[in-house]
Nanobody, 123 residues
């Protein structure tokens, strides 16, 4: 059974940090592109950061560039999103996903999704 389990969300003050984790079961994330998406209230889901499986290239949305870092733990079959210097506008439900292709360009390429974890940044 293919599953992604996201965790690590919570309430943090502006300027603070959080690390989101996503653990895969039923498959190995090594062979897939991985990504983090978010959906704020009243807004469409957007790709925040993605990491390709082929060449290790990364994508960051302009709004998080320099503040967020995506990584993959092959041994633990996990992926992470380290978020620093958080801003109130980062408040959203964050989802992890895996797939083949440019996930952050078009989430059509995602084949598995985590359940979402809520990040709330207070001002």
């Amino acid at each position: 059974d293919v599953q992604l389990q996201a965790s690590g969300g919570g309430l943090v003050q502006a300027g603070g940090s959080l690390r989101l984790s996503c653990t895969a079961s039923g498959f190995t994330i090594d062979n897939y592109a991985i990504g983090w998406f978010r959906q704020a209230p009243g807004k469409e889901r957007e790709g925040v950061s993605c990491l390709a499986s082929s060449d290790g290239s990364t994508y960051y949305a302009d709004s998080v560039q320099g503040r967020f870092t995506i990584s993959r733990d092959r041994a633990g079959n996990r992926m992470y999103l380290k978020m620093n210097s958080l801003k109130p506008e980062d408040t959203a439900v964050y989802y992890c996903a895996t797939g083949q292709g440019p996930l952050c360009t078009d989430d059509y390429y995602a084949s598995a999704w985590g359940q979402g974890t809520l990040v709330t940044v207070s001002s």
